[in-house]
């Protein structure tokens, strides 16, 4: 607080000359006052050793052998402890990430996407390649299944990959949501990734869903340290990840987009640019293919354009997923009203801080070109492809969560986590939320049939699954719902098995179906009683001829 006076010449009070002036007046009171205060300090430090030898005689004496520690090597042993139980959250949200993955991992039947990655699998390498080239995804997470050695191991091992990749999506979310917030928010943040129903979907698929989260969330850590503290194995560690984000999933592309801008956005924006830069250079031998795939999928691809629902529906599927709304209605009501709330306090406040900013960014601009995109050139957009915004949603919930005072923060928390929790049961129980069962149609169709009777679908969708449950040929895809094409291929044949499927859990759905089916347009009077139906599934029984 004042200055330390300047030695005295030899004989002053700090030497051997002459003897220094004595202080009077104000100048006693602040000699008084600085020397109450060095007072103060010795009496803090000499408590301070007292506890540090007390700390040591005690573990002494809990461990003769161990010699007594100095306050140094104390404080270091704090520090390490401290750090360890800092990771003890990620650790136990990571197991607990990995339980809800694996948990009935092989409840469902595979689908159409998932066969396609199963016989990519065992294609040879340049086949491979080939096979690709008619397919709309990047490469990497082919041929990471290409490598995977329990490809043939049933559903279960077929989909472990991308269960443990999108459980270990835990860790870096952890990670970054620590370095831009609070250990709290950290906590929400990666506790939303693990149990979010959307994120457990995806990752039960073997598809490239698990792979493209824990890349995404790797991404958004190391985009930090760049910006913070840039250094060549950071940025080189970023644009690797950022590469292999682009060869994961086309969407990567809008979402390095927006990393991009909060880069351009960042004080130390050259270090990121440059490595995003990097990442691009890399992707560019992928160009063509890209193009070829596009040209493939220009006049028949399956994505309808977006309405003014789409933005509900999308809050809806990172919120919940698969909520029980014919059980909890209104409670699930009130429960998306204040996560909505939350988001939007939490985004207020994000958008004040430089380094929370890029969340916002990262949560907006994906969202915003994928709508652009599907509105104005060509329908792309699905909440699948989008789902790793699941990580700014959680991030900006968990913002708007701590902003308040604890008590009511708690029980935000407590209704912002209803449609997250409940939605785990009905994820893994709710007829409506299941695929098809196209297993079971498939191994009731190769009990029943004869050797000279042909299974027939009116669409890949049920071709491939049964082909990958090894039904036995001959089978055939209908190309029209026309009836001459289905007694020209019923020609040759005994009789046949005849499979649509549809809507899971909806009567409507069915009846439709079915009613499609057996008419007097295209198979009334070749059907043989009624149709074997499972979840999702009938199947009809054909004989006779035309």
Same mark, same amino acid.
């Given at each position: ?43 803090? +430090? ?117 269960? +443990? ?27 939303? +990734? ?178 652009? @995109? ?70 009731? +169709? ?7 009777? @042909? ?92």
């Amino acid at each position: 607080m004042f200055a330390a006076a300047a030695p005295g010449p030899r004989g002053s009070a700090r030497g051997f000359g002459p003897p220094a002036k004595r202080p009077r007046g104000r100048d006693v009171s602040l000699h008084l006052f600085a020397a109450a205060e060095r007072l103060r300090c010795h009496q803090q +430090v000499a408590v301070y050793r007292g506890a540090v030898q007390r700390t040591a005689r005690a573990q002494q004496q809990t461990d003769p052998t161990e010699p007594p520690r100095d306050a140094a090597t104390t404080a270091a042993s704090i520090s390490q402890q401290v750090a360890r139980g800092h990771w003890l959250v990620p650790v136990a949200l990571t197991l607990l990430a990995l339980g809800v993955r694996l948990f009935r991992l092989d409840r469902k039947s595979v689908w159409f996407d998932e066969v396609i990655t199963y016989f990519d699998a065992h294609l040879p390498w340049a086949q491979l390649l080939e096979s690709i080239k008619e397919d709309v995804h990047p490469p990497l997470s082919y041929v990471l299944y290409h490598l995977w050695p329990g490809i043939d191991g049933g559903e279960f091992w077929l989909r472990l990959p991308a269960a +443990v990749l999108g459980a270990l999506a835990v860790v870096p979310a952890y990670a970054w949501a620590r370095r831009i917030g609070s250990p709290t928010q950290a906590v929400l943040t990666s506790g939303f +990734v693990a149990l979010s129903a959307l994120q457990i979907d995806l990752a039960q698929e073997a598809r490239m869903y698990g792979l493209l989260l824990l890349l995404t969330a790797t991404s958004l850590w190391l985009l930090d340290r760049v910006l913070i503290s840039p250094g060549r194995g950071s940025m080189l560690a970023y644009a690797v990840v950022a590469a292999a984000m682009l060869y994961t999933h086309y969407y990567a592309a809008l979402l390095l987009a927006a990393q991009g801008l909060a880069a351009l956005l960042s004080k130390n924006r050259w270090a990121a640019i440059g490595a995003l830069a990097a990442a691009g250079l890399t992707f560019m031998p992928w160009l063509p293919v890209l193009a070829q795939q596009t040209h493939n999928i220009s006049a028949d691809y399956w994505i309808e354009p977006p309405r003014l629902s789409s933005a509900w529906v999308t809050f809806r599927e990172l919120a919940a997923h698969t909520p029980p709304e014919a059980t909890l209605a209104i409670p699930l009501r009130i429960a998306y009203v204040v996560q909505a709330l939350l988001l939007i306090l939490g985004t207020w406040l994000a958008v004040r801080s430089a380094r929370q900013r890029t969340v916002v960014l990262f949560g907006v601009v994906p969202l915003a070109l994928a709508l652009g @995109i599907s509105l104005l050139v060509s329908p792309v957009y699905a909440v699948r492809y989008i789902s790793p915004l699941g990580l700014a949603f959680g991030f900006l919930i968990a913002r708007g969560v701590t902003s308040a005072p604890k008590p009511l923060a708690i029980v935000a928390a407590t209704v912002a986590a209803l449609p997250v929790v409940t939605a785990l049961g009905p994820l893994y129980t709710d007829p409506g939320y299941a695929r098809a069962d196209l297993r079971g149609a498939a191994s009731a +169709v190769q009990s029943a049939r004869q050797p000279d009777e @042909i299974v027939l679908h009116l669409g890949a969708f049920t071709s491939a699954p049964f082909d990958y449950y090894r039904v036995a040929q001959p089978s055939a895809i209908l190309e029209t719902n026309d009836r001459a094409e289905l007694c020209q291929t019923m020609r040759q044949q005994r009789g046949a098995w005849l499979v649509t499927a549809y809507a899971p859990a909806s009567d409507e759905a069915r009846q439709s179906a079915e009613a499609g089916i057996d008419n007097a347009m295209y198979a009334q009077g070749l059907t043989q009683g009624e149709p074997m139906r499972f979840l999702g599934v009938s199947v009809f029984h054909l004989t006779g001829t035309c």
